[in-house]
């Protein structure tokens, strides 16, 4: 196969790939915070994942309130998705490698999910303060669990709420350390 067709192969498979693990991940994390399903983005989400999650409920039932399947359908996904993007490149991968690496991905994406949402709940509260629109009102469903406990460790200060950046520093960090983490493990 040709470089080119194989990286263009290798781009829309990691990208709608990885919007559609991300948004099993967005579910799992809507079902966790027990965020408004009404809201019409939720109702997306659940659409898109039905299909898939549906069966797998069957296999693997929830625990405590945790929504194992959505985890266990994130994670297939992940494998499913490095084995078929070394496949295009003609190369086998150990499946250690493959579990690490999903590991990571995964956390990856939901670090980054929390960050990018942090960012835009910062910015829409400077131009839009108070808007209700779906997209914002899901984000802050997602993110308010861990902002209001930081808050009570950093409450705000003359009106600036001080722990959307607290998190935002412990998510790069944790972010800077998470390749190093995953190195020793695989060592």
């Not at 959505?70 to 579990?99: D, E, H, N, R, Y």
């Not at 709940?121 to 209700?132: F, L, M």
Request: no cysteine.
């Amino acid at each position: 196969m040709p470089a080119a067709l194989q990286d263009t192969l290798s781009f829309l498979l990691h990208t709608i790939g990885g919007l559609y693990i991300m948004v099993v991940l967005i579910r799992f994390i809507l079902q966790m915070v027990r965020a408004d399903f009404y809201n019409p983005l939720s109702q997306f989400v659940v659409k898109a994942t039905n299909p898939l999650l549906i069966p797998l409920r069957r296999l693997i039932p929830g625990v405590g309130g945790i929504d194992i399947a959505s985890l266990a359908l994130a994670l297939i996904l992940q494998m499913g998705l490095i084995v078929a993007l070394f496949a295009i490149k003609g190369m086998g991968v150990p499946f250690s490698f493959i579990i690490l690496q999903s590991l990571y991905e995964l956390i990856n994406t939901v670090l980054n999910l929390y960050l990018w949402s942090l960012i835009i709940i910062a910015i829409a509260s400077w131009v839009a303060p108070g808007s209700s629109h779906p997209a914002l009102m899901m984000l802050n469903q997602i993110t308010e669990p861990l902002s209001s406990r930081v808050r009570k460790v950093i409450p705000p200060i003359g009106g600036l709420d001080l722990s959307l950046m607290a998190i935002v520093l412990i998510i790069i960090s944790l972010q800077k350390m998470l390749p190093a983490l995953f190195q020793t493990l695989a060592g």
